[in-house]
């Protein structure tokens, strides 16, 4: 069997099975099958080299993460990593997997962080925390999070990044790890805080692709029963730990950006603002700590 005929098996499997984007699948399965490093077999090599034939045990690994793929687990966790920034990160079953839409909120918060102590509730991959420090220039960043699962993958994720990550980019921050829930762990002041928490509605949960209900942790996935509640939790405190003029940022639903919103006002937050992801749906609310809100 060809490399070529493998792919085109691949696809028809996943297309048979339903799993979105079965191509697109088909081939980050293969890609990893031929390289240890993450990404780096190219669709080019693979044009050269697709009518070659497949080592008995590239066939082997590639049917056997195509057969897990059938069966709707998650592409990330089949491989083990994902990209985030332009970064790879280790994504493990117990932690939520990086999404796309959430590099709003990293950029947004790279913009505000120079010399900042920034904190990073609900971490999760760590993807959020440790992202705002490669790619920005912060003093210090603190990761935290109730799952012991997710802290040790960030960890593992900024030991990773040691390799190569700071390359060319600067001085490493200062990164600390705080396991605990919300802000039970969470000691001393800071400039940015910035949070991707729970926020589906827990009605709506039974509703969501077997990809994620039936694999991703629930604990990071239902936001209560108004989908608000730990948002109401994080602005309850935020004025307790954010320096003067401090300035919050959290990711949201589609459906939300006005609540959330509203919270932020209610909290002592000023300049308050909804920003939209590339499909023009709300995605982040953004506020700063007014004097009056410490």
């Known amino acids: 069997m060809t490399l070529q005929d493998l792919y085109r098996e691949g696809i028809r499997k996943l297309t048979e099975n339903e799993v979105p984007e079965a191509e697109l699948n088909a081939w980050y399965l293969l890609q990893s099958c031929l390289s240890e490093e993450p990404f780096s077999y190219t669709r080019s090599r693979f044009f050269l080299e697709q009518m070659e034939q497949a080592a008995p045990e590239t066939i082997t ?16 966790y089949i491989l083990g990593y ?44 760590g993807c959020i925390g440790l992202s705002i420090a490669v790619c920005g220039n912060p003093k ?27 390359k060319g980019r600067g001085r490493k921050p200062e990164i600390t790890y705080a396991l605990g829930n919300l802000w039970g762990p ?28 039936d694999h991703e942790p629930l604990l990071a996935l239902d936001g209560g029963k108004s989908g608000l509640v730990f948002y109401e939790k ?4 935020a004025p307790f730990y954010l320096e003067e003029a401090g300035i919050l940022m959290v990711e949201i639903g589609y459906n939300q950006g006005e609540q959330v919103k509203q919270l932020f006002e209610k909290n002592g937050f000023a300049d308050v603002e909804i920003k939209k992801d ?8 953004r506020g700063r700590l007014s004097k009056k809100g410490k």
């Open 186 to 213: 969470i000691d001393g002041k800071f400039d940015l805080i910035v949070s991707n928490p729970p926020y589906i509605e827990t009605e709506e949960l039974s509703g969501l692709m077997p990809e994620v209900i």
């Open 82 to 125: 994902t990209e985030f920034m332009g970064l790879t990160f280790l994504v493990r079953e117990g932690v939520l997997i990086p999404r796309q839409d959430t590099e709003i909120l990293v950029e947004m918060a790279v913009e505000v962080s120079t010399g900042k102590r920034v904190l990073d509730l609900c971490t999760g991959s």
């Open 140 to 166: 210090a960043v603190t990761l935290s999070d109730v799952s012991e699962e997710a802290i040790a993958t960030a960890g593992q994720n900024e030991r990773n990044l040691d390799k190569n990550g700071w």
């Open 61 to 76: 690994s590639y049917m056997e993460k195509v057969s897990k793929r059938e069966e709707h687990i998650p592409l990330e």
């Open 278 to 285: 590339l499909a023009g749906l709300d995605r982040v609310v």
């Open 234 to 237: 994080i602005l309850e405190k």
